[in-house]
T-cell receptor, first 113, second 113 residues
Framework: DSGVTQTPKHLITATGQRVTLRCSPR?????VYWYQQSLDQGLQFLIQ???????AKGNILERFSAQQFPDLHSELNLSSLELGDSALYFC????????????FGEGSWLTVV | AQTVTQSQPEMSVQEAETVTLSCTYD???????LFWYKQPPSRQMILVIR??????QNATENRFSVNFQKAAKSFSLKISDSQLGDAAMYFC??????????FGKGTSLLVTP
């Protein structure tokens, strides 16, 4: 158990819909990361927050947004869903902005039908 | 973006034997961090080993060790005394203060009895 909690574990939704994935980082960790893992794209970095502020942005679509709340939990919002958004979405956390070990949650499986 | 390349999509090793997984990366930075993560069929991302670029000594964790060649920008993972439980996808990853953790496409390791 990494200490990073993600909900829901599985989600099936229709195209055009909107979903929210939730992440609670390990106790004491200030950084939260979101990654997308699809079959043909490997692990793609989406976005990082550090202590409530956006720190780094990767290949995140405009239809996707995220935030980190004062209690340090984070949410990833995916809207206008397309079939190609079906993937495993990982949240990860670490103590600092960079350099420290990054611990991953078990992921949220999103299936868009 | 910093590029991480894993040139071996699949590798196979017999139980109790040694296998080396290759990883190269592209960076102009002198200070950075390198990681190997393991992803078993459960899809959980598990840290195997971490290397700080300023340290010349190669990192070791039990049966796992790395060969870090900074000038060559190479970071290979050696697994000694391979076990059936080592079968997984292995990802090499790079991070520095300006970039979040960036993964290679992975190497699938098969362990045969």
């Amino acid at each position: 158990d990494s200490g990073v909690t993600q909900t829901p574990k599985h989600l099936i939704t229709a195209t055009g819909q909107r979903v929210t994935l939730r992440c609670s980082p390990r106790s004491g960790d200030l950084s939260v990361y979101w990654y997308q893992q699809s079959l043909d794209q490997g692990l793609q970095f989406l976005i990082q927050y550090y202590n409530g502020e956006e720190r780094a942005k990767g290949n995140i679509l405009e239809r996707f947004s995220a935030q980190q709340f004062p209690d340090l939990h984070s949410e990833l919002n995916l809207s206008s869903l397309e079939l190609g958004d079906s993937a495993l979405y990982f949240c990860a956390s670490s103590v600092a902005k960079s350099g420290n070990t990054i611990y991953f949650g078990e992921g949220s499986w999103l299936t868009v039908v | 973006a910093q590029t991480v390349t894993q040139s071996q999509p699949e590798m196979s090793v017999q139980e109790a034997e040694t296998v080396t997984l290759s990883c190269t990366y592209d960076t102009s930075e002198s200070d950075y961090y390198l990681f190997w993560y393991k992803q078993p069929p459960s899809r959980q991302m598990i840290l195997v080993i971490r290397q700080e670029a300023y340290k010349q000594q190669n990192a070791t964790e039990n049966r796992f060790s790395v060969n870090f060649q900074k000038a060559a920008k190479s970071f290979s993972l050696k697994i000694s005394d391979s076990q059936l439980g080592d079968a997984a996808m292995y990802f090499c990853a790079y991070e520095n203060s300006g970039y979040a953790l960036n993964f290679g496409k992975g190497t699938s390791l098969l362990v045969t009895p």
